[in-house]
């Protein structure tokens, strides 16, 4: 065997060279990130803006400096509200655009159709929603409320009350059945009794049977995982029935406040919600969250727990690639686990060992203005339990 | 004691169901009988009185705008269903399929209007303080919102019965849709008989949406809703007829809101679905058979 002549080496170590420095301007550039959210349909007006505030976040970031010296470019997808539309997105941000991860989801659906794009590309997905738990990808970062964050400190709350009967009222799918099956469990766990349980299709506007049922079943107080249009129909119909929120209250746990924005707020003035994070906390770190959305989006904007924990997701990201030291979906999650506690608009958070977020629940009550005022909280940050004890006992999520 | 109460109370509610999905059968039944027409745009008919409901009556708060909102809504939908029965059903009514086909493409285009101009989240019609109340009889308490939409209905049965049996429009309407060629052969014009006829039909729908907008929020989407109840009220009551349209809604909200207090209301939509295909395969002329030569071709 001879030796290549001196001339193809020479040309093979400029062509090597000329590959490094291609490399080496690639590092320096910019970093891809995905963000994808229904920016059409019927969840766009919730979707929007969660991305206006993961977009915000990254603007920040990109303000002090980047992410290990780099700048981030965030690529915008839109989901369309529609779960294929979802996966199919997701799947060109990931094998065409090249993001390192992604930041989106809303409706479980939309999460259950995405999971196994991430699973096969092993990419990195940041969900911002509360759902229904009995779930854990290795490649989801869940920061949205597990069911024991939102929905069983909301009962713990109306058992502190004083409420011993109670009406579960919810939209058919799989969140309000999740949710209902893990209260009615709880609920009976503590002696206390369960009036009725009623589904309406989604979107459905008719509750005069419901209303009907309520009225015989004379509950001390109604969970309601309504979603989207049927709170209004539901709030309209039970307030002409002569029925009102001081009389007989309403615990929700799909209204916000741009719900209550939207839906004016004298309908559901009164009523109760639970959830992670309320616009009126009186914390520094809040207070500047809140005034810096405003500036960017308009006075007249209003912020959600949705919202917040997409912000929250862009910054938790940041700083476990920090601590990885690269920007590797799998060196990401397992440094996001290990994170410190840290501060953020909702808070002190961090990412639990199964990948969801540790967090406080809050109970607020709504006021004529759509605001919540926070009457109550849980006294420490609450561990995620992807799989309620009582509802799904023996199950838990296997170490990712 | 209680279980009396509630099968009271939900006789009520299916009656106030029942005129609800008539209000909105209707308009169908009026186009579908005279002109053999399937309107898929009904629903965005319905949804249009729903937003006019709440343009007016966020202009003019209380019980005047409601009263000026029926009015408004029944002529904004009727000029809007005469547009679409001359620009489109006009010219196509020789052809069902493509009717059915273009008159589903133009639901479509209205939904998305509406997404575009109105928002894609509900809005909220504001009824007059006085309605968000409910009459007391014993135990039982009956929203007078519902009980107003209950006598909505029966008037504007009432009206229709007289306008068709009473009017030269109902006997050139009647006689139209016995024999269409004759009735041409005998000079009458049978095309503006057509658009006055689908215009009223618009205009109830019109009028079926602000009585929506008084128990829900008008959304884009919210014909979508009570479109498919009202076919089946049209297809039970025997396609084209009025009176067999109004026993078969009574029929139809009085099952679900029986059904619905044993079993929830996603099942009750299966069980009543279930209920008109039997009663299609048994008697499948419908309630009433029309005597119409429309029928016949």
Known sequence: ?400 | MDGVVLALGQGFNGLSVASLYLLAALGLALSFGLMRVINMAHGELLMLGGYIAYLVMKAVPGTAGLLLALPAAFAGSALVGAAIEAVLIRRLAARPLDTLLATWGLSLILQQAARNIFGPIGVEVRAPAWMNTAVSLGALSLPTTRILIIVLCAVLLGGLALLLTRTRIGLLVRAVNQDRMMAAAVGIDVRRVDMVMFALGSGVAGLAGVALGLLGPVTPTVGQSYIVPAFLVVVMGGLGSITGSTVAAVILGLFSAMVQIFVDVSVSQVLMLVLVIAFIQFRPQGVLAPRSRALDA
């Not at chain 1, 990130?33 to 007006?45: E, N």
Request: hydrophobic share 40%; with cysteine; glycine share 8%.
């Open chain 1, 1 to 400: 065997m001879h030796q290549f002549p001196k001339g193809v080496s020479r040309r093979m170590a400029i062509l090597l060279a000329a590959t490094a420095l291609v490399g080496c301007s690639k590092d320096s550039g910019p970093v891809k990130v995905g963000v994808l959210q229904s920016l059409t349909g019927t969840m766009a007006i919730s979707e929007v803006t969660v991305k206006n505030a993961e977009l915000m976040a990254i603007e920040e970031i990109n303000a002090a400096g980047g992410v290990l010296g780099r700048q981030l470019e965030a690529v915008v997808e839109d989901g369309a509200s529609d779960p294929v539309t979802f996966s199919q997105k997701a799947a060109k941000l990931i094998e065409s655009n090249k993001v390192v991860t992604v930041f989106g989801g809303w409706t479980s659906a939309s999460r259950k159709a995405m999971q196994p794009v991430f699973q096969r590309t092993n990419n990195l997905l940041w969900y911002p929603v509360q759902f229904e738990g009995n779930e854990c990808s290795p490649n989801i970062m869940y920061s949205g409320a597990q069911p024991n964050q939102q929905i069983l400190p909301a009962l713990d709350w109306a058992v502190a009350q004083g409420f011993k009967n109670y009406f579960l009222v919810g939209s058919d799918y799989v969140f309000p059945r999740t949710a209902n099956l893990i209260l009615k469990t709880h609920i009976a766990d503590r002696k206390l009794a369960t009036a009725g349980e009623e589904y309406v299709p989604l979107g459905g506007a008719d509750f005069s049977t419901v209303i009907a049922k309520i009225q015989a079943a004379k509950p001390d107080i109604i969970f309601s995982t309504l979603n989207g249009d049927s709170n209004v129909a539901f709030f309209k119909q039970l307030a002409a029935a002569g029925v009102s929120t001081t009389t007989l209250p309403v615990m929700s746990f799909s209204i916000g406040e741009q719900e209550a924005q939207a839906m004016g707020p004298q309908l559901v003035e009164g009523s109760y919600a639970a959830w992670n994070y309320f616009q009126s906390l009186d914390t520094p770190e809040n207070k500047a969250f809140v005034a810096a959305y405003k500036k960017k989006y308009g006075e007249t904007a209003v912020v959600t727990d949705p919202m917040v924990h997409g912000y929250v997701n862009v910054y938790q990201w940041k700083a476990a690639v920090e601590k990885a030291g690269s920007f590797d979906p799998t060196a990401v999650r397992k440094a996001a686990v290990a994170l410190a506690d840290g501060p953020s608009p909702m808070g002190g958070v961090k990412f639990a060992p199964n990948q969801s977020l540790v967090q406080t629940a809050y109970i607020g009550q709504l006021d004529a203005a759509g605001q919540f005022k926070i009457i109550s909280k849980s006294p420490t940050p609450i561990q995620p339990e992807p799989y309620d004890r009582l509802a799904f006992p023996g199950k838990t999520c296997a170490p990712a």
